[in-house]
């Protein structure tokens, strides 16, 4: 699972790190392993939001934040759970009044948070049974693929050809152009446009910076090279 902390306290976001490296250990044969990245607000942290399964709220100076980026990323269609970090004797339970909205309390303890890691876990696995398939047509079949398995679209707009990428290696091939895409998974915000000709999907999308980009599945593309892919 993915896991976004975002809190405005240094200390707040490395005891959580600390906390879900140890739970990573600890529940990794039942939900897996966690990615986690931390941000210090929200500016960076929206612009990546697509491929988070948990978010974790933690705004001391400001609770009320955590509130106004719940309804932000609500607003996005951001496909992750909320979890607000509150004072332990807060009476305002944020789960009760707010749908599909969980609260942990601060001080964060081991087994409160790795009961919210394996109900997120649930959460997700539920999903994902649910997932939405995308048609593709070729010439001699059609296939029926989850949206969140395709990892990223080569799009060859000279030769009308159409590439899509997988997360268990298959490469499906097929005519078509951008157009075609954008019927295709246009209307899923996770798949976006990263550079000419490719369209990612930001789920699968681990790290980027100004220089590459690095799946989920170990791919590792620089965008100069993409570039050089229809030379």
């Keep these: 699972m993915y896991v976004a902390i975002i809190a405005d306290n240094v200390a707040d976001r490395k005891q959580a790190e600390r906390l879900l490296d140890r739970a990573n250990t600890a529940l990794a044969s039942d939900i897996g392993t966690l990615y986690v990245s931390t941000f210090g607000d929200e500016a960076s942290f929206l612009l990546a939001c697509m491929k988070f399964d948990l978010f974790l709220l933690d705004f001391d100076h400001d609770p009320q934040h955590s509130l106004d980026i719940v309804d932000k990323l609500k607003e996005m269609n951001a496909p992750g759970v909320c979890a607000i970090c509150k004072a332990e ?72 050809k159409l590439a899509y990428h997988l997360t268990d290696d298959r490469v499906i ?46 791919e590792c593309f620089s965008y100069p090279l993409l570039h050089q892919l229809f030379g």
Excluded: W
């Excluded at 490719?198 to 799946?215: A, D, M, Q, R």
């Design 89 to 160: 004797d807060e009476p305002f339970s944020y789960e009760t009044a707010i749908a599909g909205v969980y609260s942990i309390d601060k001080p964060i303890l081991t087994a409160p948070l790795q009961k919210l890691l394996r109900d997120v876990y649930q959460q997700v696995e539920e999903k994902r049974r649910q997932n939405t398939l995308i048609e593709l047509r070729c010439e001699l079949d059609t296939h029926y693929v989850p949206k969140d398995e395709i990892l990223y679209i080569v799009i060859d707009e000279s030769a009308r």
């Design 173 to 218: 091939e097929l005519s078509g152009n951008m157009n075609d895409v954008a019927k295709a998974v246009g209307s899923y915000p996770e798949f976006l446009i990263k550079i000419k000709n490719i369209c990612f999907n930001t789920f699968h999308i681990k790290e980027e910076n100004k220089k590459s980009i690095l799946l989920s599945n170990g």
